[in-house]
């Protein structure tokens, strides 16, 4: 069965859909993994215990980079974009909940269109160029 334009153009932009979000994790994950001093900071910055600190960066670079190559190759991709759903709401919440601060602002609805993305994966599935797709056609 061949498939047809629309339906190859369709899996074309979920890729490059799941590649454009997956990079933007992977960043912030090598980023943390990178500058760990500075990530507890931040983090410490909305009242988290100094115990936590180091587990809460860990977590973070764990979801966050190991999300984001799940989701590049698009394995369980279903499942691993509501992961990313769930920690991007809810770091939104916690880190950008200062609405007279512009720029807080505008990473709060950043925010919340990456989870706007994150469930149209969940919704309709990494497309073809995916390892869901070949576990799907097997």
Same mark, same amino acid.
């Given at each position: 069965?061949?498939?047809?334009?629309?339906?190859?153009?369709?899996?074309?932009?979920?890729?490059?859909?799941?590649?454009?979000?997956?990079?933007?994790?992977?960043?912030?994950?090598?980023?943390?993994?990178?500058?760990?001093?500075?990530?507890?900071?931040?983090?410490?910055?909305v009242?988290?215990?100094?115990?936590l600190?180091?587990?809460?960066?860990a977590?973070a670079? !764990?979801?966050?980079? +190991?999300? /984001?190559?799940?989701? =590049?190759? %698009?394995? &369980?991709? *279903?499942?691993?974009?509501?992961?990313?759903?769930?920690?991007?709401?809810?770091?939104?919440v916690?880190?950008?909940?200062?609405f007279?601060?512009?720029?807080?602002?505008?990473?709060?609805?950043?925010?919340?269109?990456?989870?706007?993305?994150?469930?149209? !994966?969940?919704?309709? +599935?990494? /497309?073809?160029?995916? =390892?869901? %797709?070949? &576990?799907? *056609?097997?």
């Open positions: 069965m061949s498939q047809t334009n629309a339906s190859k153009s369709a899996n074309a932009f979920a890729f490059v859909g799941r590649l454009l979000i997956a990079v933007l994790f992977i960043l912030g994950g090598i980023g943390k993994l990178a500058a760990p001093e500075a990530t507890q900071g931040y983090i410490a910055s009242g988290l215990p100094a115990p600190l180091g587990l809460a960066v977590v670079v !764990i979801v966050e980079a +190991g999300g /984001g190559l799940l989701l =590049l190759v %698009g394995y &369980r991709a *279903r499942l691993v974009s509501l992961v990313l759903a769930a920690f991007t709401l809810i770091l939104a916690l880190f950008h909940k200062n007279a601060d512009q720029n807080q602002m505008i990473h709060f609805l950043k925010n919340i269109a990456i989870v706007g993305g994150l469930l149209q !994966i969940a919704a309709f +599935g990494a /497309g073809s160029f995916s =390892l869901d %797709g070949r &576990r799907l *056609r097997a």
